[in-house]
């Protein structure tokens, strides 16, 4: 039983994303799964910098290392 856990939430992340992208290509009937990945990249891109930007102001110089290797990849 304990073992159907893991599968199920992985089944559940599979159903999710296919569910997204099938409601992404209906605005986008011409897309390619390319150009999907690459927004969904980037909008998760753009949070995860904002996370490091709150969490900069107090960790100081290290961060901006971690906040410098998001802005690299926009």
Do not use: R
Not at 9 to 14: E, H, K, R, S, T
């Amino acid at each position: 039983m304990l073992a159907a856990i893991p599968i199920v939430g992985l089944v559940a992340i599979g159903w999710f994303e296919k569910q997204e992208y099938d409601e992404w290509k209906e605005d986008h009937p011409d897309g390619t799964f390319e150009e999907y990945k690459n927004e969904v990249v980037d909008a998760t891109s753009d949070v995860a910098e904002d996370i490091v930007g709150d969490y900069c102001q107090e960790l100081g110089a290290p961060c901006e290392l971690l906040k410098g290797s998001f802005q690299q990849n926009h």
